[in-house]
Nanobody
Framework: AQLVESGGGLVQPGGSLRLSCVGS????????VSWHRQGPGQERELVAT???????TYVDSVKGRFTVSRVNAKNTAYLEMSSVEPNDTAVYYC??????????WGQGTQVTVSS
């Protein structure tokens, strides 16, 4: 099983970006999916989580700016980023975990916020 992120890139402050995470080799709908990020010289941190049923949670720093969603039929989760700030610059990773604690990480996608 694997997760593959895409959609990263260079975006100007105040702009928007959508990240995708596609799962293969797993029953995607059984997994809680979360997005994490690791900025330069920083530890990896949790950004947002979405339950198998679609209930989202966010860390305070992205509330009102980021939206996490999923389409289980497409084995895909999304992270919509808006009003991005330079502090959002990081490698973004998706993670999937089921109730048996099987868990997988994607390889990451770079997001750079700069003018």
């Amino acid at each position: 099983a694997q997760l593959v992120e895409s959609g990263g890139g260079l975006v100007q402050p105040g702009g928007s970006l959508r990240l995708s995470c596609v799962g293969s080799g797993l029953v995607f709908g059984r997994y809680v999916v979360s997005w994490h990020r690791q900025g330069p010289g920083q530890e990896r941190e949790l950004v947002a989580t979405i339950s198998s049923g679609g209930d989202p949670t966010y860390v305070d720093s992205v509330k009102g700016r980021f939206t996490v969603s999923r389409v289980n039929a497409k084995n895909t989760a999304y992270l919509e980023m808006s009003s991005v700030e330079p502090n959002d610059t990081a490698v973004y990773y998706c993670h999937a975990r089921d109730w048996l604690n099987n868990n997988y990480w994607g390889q990451g996608t770079q997001v750079t916020v700069s003018s």
